[in-house]
């Protein structure tokens, strides 16, 4: 469901060219091929599969009407038995629940009884509830219909959201969406006469409905008289491919929606002005920023020290994004006023992210830098689409601040990020900024692979049975570093442990387990936060000509390089950001025992892309392993799949190097 727009005004008076009330269509009995099929061949090993899906919309009669018609193939498909619908109290409410299960020999089981209605979540007024049933005695080859119908509130409507791709594969689906009258694609030949308006949240009378989509080649929004409408066919079930964007930004779709114009271009110029009026009221230098700045930076101090120490001051403030925010009772006991604006937040000392952020904004301004706010999308939830005309779709609030005359871009409201730095979900992310030209696009640069970078150095002592002791450090900088100080955040040292052995142990060769002894900088941003780890376990394997086998490549002997097995790619690769590993181990190798054979010198380029590179050198006692492999993007379009998949099987033919080592013959006489 979209965005709720509300009514005003008088009631909507029907003409008799539309009807009251739409009545639901009796269910239709499956064909004979229906009840027959065991398996569908456009959606092979499919658990079940919709045979048809219908959602009709109307906005003047405040409701929406769902039916599905669903063959269940195998056992696992008869999960869909049970349907579980979420609404939300007092705006809305579902009703008119029917449903059958057909067997195959045709026998009919009718849904009886009343959905169970379950509180999910309450927030304020906003209760979130589910309406479930179950529909009766399903079994491997049965058919299941249900509809029901959501009734909206007189002065509130959501306009529809069309999921058209599912869980299961779609054989036909049908949409269709009446809105208002003066949002009918023929308005002036309707039957339907009124004299409301709607308006926004901000108060903003609207004039146009617009859709945002994303739908199969060849198919496209149609009009009719009085609705929209969409229909398909053979649909495939939702991508599961790993290394997928945010699931919402590939998912055919249509969205309507209503809005105060139609041009994307001009909505967004105006949501941006709307925007930064606000962040500059929140982020006014009030008296309050102003003492807290003067105490915290001295006179003659440079921008960057400047930038440095308020950024400092305010990381350290409560983020409850990350902590748990206090209630109204216990704001009130406290006697804790609502954040209204910068000073606030730092007489508090608490906010979340964002409140964190424009405080830093306030105080970067009060010291005399230049600074403008920016807020993007997060790349872990979405990826910004200017065609989709809602605010609502950016979430954080960066910083760039003026620094001798060059812009820094910083993530106050992010805790734990080192200062320049800039989380991953919110690089290479679009959004809009501030700016001395004012309001307007804005997207944030890519992380370079230099500013992701995990060490991973090695000293390894093997017998001459295959048995390992090793201790290892790990240093990290960038993005692993950040993902382990924000769970020490939330966790205490003893879990921040068991989570990093978790971590470990799909690097460390079968028959080998590793637990972190402790970690150094954990506690501050600014420095590479290194972690020392301690390994045992059977590292080789002996053959019965007296030789041993030992993995060469000792962190990825498991074999875990992404895309080997898939074939081929439907949606773009999203690998959060660029990055470079490198790895040093030294094998001491067990008394009498000299290398046959050890890993070749290899570099695999990938233009422009990665580089793969892998040494190894040996003394009599021991041998040198060093493997790099960089990685210089973060995203990739579905057409430069093959290059991918090319590039990481040469990699993983390459970490599956053996070193062989045998035993020296024992000379006669000793």
């Not at 590292?539 to 081929?568: H, N």
Request: hydrophobic share 35%; charged share 20%; aromatic share 10%.
């Amino acid at each position: 469901m979209g965005p709720f727009v509300h009514l005003r005004g008088a009631a909507l008076l029907l003409a008799a060219a539309l009807p009251l009330v739409l009545h639901a269509q009796e269910f239709q009995m499956p064909t004979p091929a229906e009840l027959k099929m065991t398996s569908d061949p456009k959606a092979p090993g499919a658990d079940a599969v919709y045979l048809d899906y219908v959602e009709h919309d109307n906005d003047p009669l405040h409701t929406e009407s769902i039916y599905a018609c669903i063959k269940v193939l195998t056992a696992k498909g008869k999960q869909l038995a049970t349907v579980d619908l979420p609404y939300v109290m007092r705006s809305y409410t579902i009703v008119s629940v029917k449903g059958r299960t057909i067997h195959p020999d045709g026998t009919v089981i009718r849904l009886t009884g009343k959905p169970e209605r379950l509180m999910t979540a309450k927030s304020g007024k906003n209760e979130i509830r589910r309406a479930v049933f179950t529909l009766p005695s399903v079994e491997v080859g049965s058919i299941i219909q249900y509809r029901y119908r959501i009734l909206f509130n007189d002065d509130e409507y959501s306009s529809p959201f069309w999921q058209i791709q599912r869980g299961h594969f779609v054989e036909q689906a049908h949409y269709s969406f009446t809105p208002f009258q003066q949002f009918m694609p023929h308005s002036g030949e309707s039957g339907l006469t009124t004299s409301t308006y709607l308006e926004n949240s901000k108060g903003h009378v609207i004039h146009s409905l617009v859709w945002w989509y994303n739908l199969p080649k060849g198919v496209a929004v149609k009009t009719t008289m009085h609705s929209y409408k969409v229909d398909v066919t053979d649909i495939p079930p939702i991508p599961n491919e790993e290394w997928m964007p945010p699931i919402e930004s590939v998912l055919y779709k249509v969205l309507f929606y209503y809005e105060s114009t139609p041009n994307a271009q001009q909505f967004w110029v105006s949501a941006a002005k709307d925007w930064s009026k606000e962040v500059d009221k929140f982020a006014a230098p009030s008296k309050t920023i102003r003492r807290a700045v003067a105490g915290l930076v001295a006179p003659g101090d440079s921008d960057l020290v400047k930038a440095q120490k308020l950024y400092k001051a305010v990381q350290a403030l409560n983020n409850t994004d990350y902590s748990r925010a206090k209630s109204a009772s216990e704001m009130q006991q406290l006697k804790l006023k609502p954040i209204r604006n910068a000073g606030d937040v730092w007489q508090q000392k608490a906010g979340s992210s964002n409140e964190i952020a424009l405080l830093y904004l306030a105080m970067a301004r009060a010291a005399g830098l230049t600074a403008y706010a920016l807020k993007v999308v997060d790349r872990d939830q979405g990826v910004f689409d200017p065609s989709y005309m809602n605010t609502g779709q950016l979430d954080s609030t960066l910083v760039l601040v003026g620094v001798n005359g060059q812009g820094v871009l910083v993530d106050p409201g992010e805790k734990m990020c080192p200062f320049g730095d800039l989380s991953w979900k919110h690089a290479d992310a679009g959004g809009i900024r501030q700016s001395a030209s004012g309001a307007g696009y804005a997207k944030t640069p890519a992380l370079g692979y230099d500013e992701n970078q995990l060490n991973r150095q090695g000293d390894v002592t093997v017998d001459d049975h295959g048995a390992m002791t090793g201790t290892f450090t790990f240093i990290m900088s960038g993005q692993d570093a950040l993902r382990w100080r924000q769970d020490a955040l939330e966790n205490d040292t003893t879990d921040v442990k068991k989570h990093f052995d978790q971590w470990l142990q799909p690097m460390m060769p079968v028959g080998v387990e590793a637990h972190v002894d402790h970690f150094l900088g954990l506690d501050n941003p600014q420095e590479n936060l290194i972690a020392y780890v301690k390994a045992t376990g059977t590292l080789g394997t002996s053959t019965s000509q007296g030789m041993l086998l030992l993995p060469g490549l000792f962190f990825e002997s498991r074999g875990r390089e992404p895309f080997i097995k898939q074939a081929k790619r439907l949606e773009p690769v999203d690998m959060h950001y660029a990055d470079e590993t490198t790895d040093h181990v030294i094998y001491h190798l067990p008394s009498g025992y000299t290398v046959e054979g050890a890993p070749q010198n290899v570099q695999i380029p990938w233009q422009g892309h990665a580089e793969y590179i892998l040494k190894a050198q040996q003394t009599p006692d021991e041998i040198t392993v060093d493997r790099t492999l960089a990685r210089a993007f973060d995203l990739l379009k579905a057409d430069q799949y093959q290059n991918l998949r090319s590039f990481y099987q040469k990699v993983a033919t390459a970490d599956q190097s053996e070193m062989v080592l045998t035993k020296a013959p024992t000379r006669k006489g000793n």
